[in-house]
């Protein structure tokens, strides 16, 4: 028994019209930038903070039930349970945002440096001063489309 797609009995150029007749748009360079950005500050941020010797203890769970020292608890909050995974998907939710030709509002932006900057604020300088970049990236991006809407 053959079996025929719905598009078969369609004419070529009406099916080439279909295809062509809301054409993709251009990415958006700034976003998918910052995008970028992010998921860098994530790689690096694991890449700094994986290699330590606690990975078998946490697993273990004593972190549930026991005492543990308090370099422990540091870890744990700086990779598995700190801000790499939010971040990272966050950073494809942008991504895809921006390879469609979409931005996000500019106060992601806004919000990722008041974060950035309240963090700064208590830790003093450290990596949390890379997030300056895909802030102002956001920023400028979702202050641009919304400059193109309102002309």
Do not use: K
């Not at 053959?2 to 369609?10: C, F, K, W």
């Not at 070529?12 to 976003?31: K, Y």
């Not at 941020?45 to 203890?57: L, P």
């Not at 700086?78 to 390879?99: C, H, K, T, Y």
Request: glycine share 6%; with cysteine; charged share 15%.
């Amino acid at each position: 028994m053959e079996q025929h797609s719905a598009t078969e009995n369609i004419p070529l150029r009406v099916r080439v019209t279909a295809a062509t007749a809301h054409p993709a748009r251009r990415a958006d360079r700034l976003t998918v930038a910052a995008a970028v950005t992010l998921l860098l500050i994530s790689v690096l941020h694991t890449a700094v903070f994986v290699a330590h010797g606690w990975w078998d203890s946490w697993l273990a769970g004593p972190l549930r039930s026991e005492q543990m020292p308090i370099d422990a608890f540091v870890h744990f909050w700086a990779l598995p349970g700190g801000f790499v995974v939010p971040i990272a998907l966050l950073a494809l939710l942008i991504l895809e945002a921006g390879r469609r030709g979409a931005t996000v509002p500019a106060y992601v932006g806004f919000a990722l440096a008041a974060w950035a900057v309240v963090c700064v604020w208590i830790v003093g300088p450290s990596g949390f001063l890379l997030f300056a970049v895909p802030a102002l990236l956001l920023i400028m991006a979702g202050s641009r489309a919304r400059r193109r809407q309102s002309v």
